[in-house]
C-alpha cells in the first residue's frame, strides 16, 4: 500500500531542544576503543573521564565512548555512518581496514554493497559497535529532509541512487522542479 501524498504540517514539539548533540557507544578497554577510534576511524579523541571518552569527526554530532564491564551488542541498525567522497573511497577504505583487522580486534568487515542509496561496508570493532564507511553526497543524509515524505518520492530519487555522482551532492526532483 502506497503512502499518501500529504502537506508537511507544522509540528510544535513539547520539548524545546537545540541540536542533536551526541550519541553513545560502549567498549570494555578505553585504551584499545581510543587508538582505534583515532588510529583507524580518524575521530579527534578526548578523554572526559576514568572511564569516558568523548569523539568527533568534523564540528557535527559527538559520540560518547563509555567503558562498561557488562556485554555490549548494538546491532547493524544502531550503527554511525561516516561519509567519504565516492566508490573508489569506500573500497580504499575496505583494503586498508581488512589489512588491519587482526591488529584492531576488529570482529567482522563485511564486503562493499550498493544499499539504501548508496554503496557502502559495515564494521563491526572490538566492543561490537557497528560502523558504516559510506559514499555520500556532501552534507550526508540532509537531502532527505528535501523531498516530500511518500515512497514514491522516494523511488524516484531511485532510492538515493540518483543524489550520488562521482561523490557530489545532486539536485532533488523538488529543486528541480523550482528551477523550471
Request: net charge positive; hydrophobic share 35%; charged share 30%.
Amino acid at each position: 500500500m502506497a503512502l499518501a501524498r500529504t502537506k508537511p504540517k507544522k509540528i510544535k514539539p513539547l520539548l524545546k531542544t537545540n541540536c542533536l548533540s551526541h550519541g553513545t557507544v560502549e567498549c570494555h578497554d578505553l585504551a584499545r576503543a581510543r587508538r582505534f577510534y583515532e588510529e583507524v576511524l580518524g575521530f579527534e579523541v578526548v578523554q572526559t573521564s576514568d572511564i569516558s571518552l568523548m569523539l568527533r569527526r568534523g564540528k557535527g554530532t559527538i559520540i560518547a565512548c563509555v567503558e562498561t564491564k557488562r556485554k555490549t551488542a548494538a546491532g547493524v541498525y544502531s550503527h554511525f555512518g561516516l561519509d567519504v567522497d565516492d566508490r573508489a573511497a569506500v573500497d580504499e577504505a575496505h583494503k586498508i581496514v581488512s589489512g588491519v583487522r587482526q591488529e584492531y580486534g576488529i570482529k567482522k568487515i563485511q564486503r562493499p554493497v550498493f544499499q539504501h542509496g548508496t554503496y557502502s561496508f559495515y564494521i563491526v570493532d572490538a566492543d561490537d559497535n557497528w560502523w558504516e564507511i559510506l559514499e555520500n553526497p556532501k552534507g550526508g543524509y540532509n537531502y532527505v529532509f528535501d523531498l516530500k515524505e511518500t515512497a514514491a518520492d522516494w523511488r524516484e530519487q531511485n532510492q538515493g541512487r540518483d543524489r550520488i555522482s562521482k561523490g557530489k551532492r545532486q539536485m532533488t526532483q523538488r529543486k528541480k522542479k523550482k528551477v523550471a
